[in-house]
């Protein structure tokens, strides 16, 4: 089954049109297809599961409108109400994945600094040190392991690590991958301890990460603000004062 679909999702692929890569929208599609853990090439599969999407939210309103006997106005607008869902659906798909997978990393960032401090001060250079965290990283599943993986193999295919980290920060859009790149480019040129260097960004990420946390939780207590005078707040009112209210019109009734 797996195979069959496979497949038919190849050939569906190869009868599209290939997408243009040098408009500004098809670089931001193929920006965010490597931001969510994709591949840039799949710019087709998503062009395809876009078409499909468009195709069912239309059917999704066309079908069950014409079956209750709607007015053709009404047959319209959820029709078209449904084709504009359908296209949405695959984008913000994309754009969440890509932002909860830029949450990951960045959560496990500072774990995997500590990591590379043990490697680099037990004797490693800071490419097998790479390789190290990014093999143990990416054996436990973490975003980070793979993304550390793919700067090694980068590295071994004849980029400089410079490049690779520079790539890194580009590939997965976490701010504090760019600073940190800087930091081990200027360390290697240098050559300055890059032990460090790493502890010093490492605490500077968990700080930054804590007054983050800080300002959600300060944040929050204005959030639920909305909710408790648009829902809770009702029901408390019609709770204590409804009971008077009946009193009330039952006494004036008599």
């Known amino acids: ?15 599209l049109p290939k997408p243009k890569t040098v408009t500004p929208q098809a670089e931001k599609v193929g920006e965010m297809l490597v931001q969510a853990g994709f591949k840039a090439s799949n710019a087709a599969v ?22 209750f006997g709607m ?6 607008l959820l029709t078209i109400a449904g084709a504009a869902i359908g296209a949405f659906i695959p984008g913000y798909y994309l754009n969440k ?3 909860n997978r830029q949450i990951d990393i960045g959560r496990q960032l500072s774990d995997a600094l500590d990591l590379l401090v043990v490697c ?17 990283t990416k054996a436990q599943n973490l975003a980070i392991g793979h993304e550390l993986s793919q700067v090694a193999g980068e590295v071994n295919a004849g980029s400089s690590l410079g490049q690779a980290l520079r790539a ?24 300055a301890a890059i032990g460090p260097a790493l502890r010093s960004i490492s605490d500077a990420i968990r700080i930054r990460r804590r ?4 300002e959600a939780a300060q944040k929050t207590t204005i959030k639920i ?14 709770i204590i004062i409804g009971p008077a209210i009946v009193q009330t019109v039952r006494t004036l009734s008599f």
């Not at 007015?71 to 319209?76: A, C, D, F, P, T």
């Not at 920060?169 to 050559?191: C, M, N």
Request: with cysteine; net charge neutral.
């Open 120 to 136: 680099v001060e037990a004797g490693l250079g800071l490419l097998e040190a790479v390789k190290v965290v990014g093999d143990e």
């Open 1 to 15: 089954d797996q195979q069959m679909t496979r497949a038919l999702l190849k050939w569906a692929v190869g009868r």
């Open 97 to 99: 994945r890509a932002k």
């Open 211 to 214: 007054l983050n946390a800080e």
């Open 168 to 191: 890194l920060a580009d590939r997965s859009g976490v701010v504090d991958l760019k600073p940190l790149a800087a930091t081990l480019i200027q360390s290697e040129q240098l050559g």
């Open 71 to 76: 007015r053709h106005s009404y047959v319209m």
């Open 46 to 67: 998503f062009q395809l599961s876009k078409i499909a999407t468009t195709i069912c939210g239309l059917l999704l309103g066309f079908i069950p409108t014409m079956s």
């Open 225 to 238: 603000l909305f909710p408790l005078v648009l829902m809770i707040l009702p029901a408390m009112l019609l």
